[in-house]
């Protein structure tokens, strides 16, 4: 299946595909799914971009949460269905 730049994961815009990638990412990297704070930081978006984003991403089936707990993303995509994550740039000394 090919996807165009501009579609993700299920045709979904760059947006919605980095969120359900971000989410998969951070909850391995730290055992737990991030908060909607976390995402608002990561992003730089407002509270409610990021609450609008969880719900639309739930409405489409590529997560699931329990309404009013903390932290209960959990994406449902295969971690094969999601895109490849450019590496970061930095300019710390490498070890």
Not at 33 to 60: G, K, Y
């Amino acid at each position: 299946m090919t996807r165009s730049h501009s579609e993700g994961v299920r045709g979904l815009a760059h947006t919605a595909d980095r969120t359900v990638t971000f989410i998969y990412m951070y909850s391995l990297v730290n055992g737990r799914p991030p908060a909607e704070a976390d995402m608002q930081r990561f992003f730089e978006v407002t509270p409610p971009s990021v609450h609008n984003m969880i719900i639309e991403l739930e409405r489409r089936g590529l997560i699931r949460r329990v309404p009013r707990q903390p932290r209960s993303l959990e994406v449902i995509v295969p971690p094969a269905e999601l895109p490849m994550l450019q590496p970061i740039k930095t300019s710390a000394a490498r070890y």
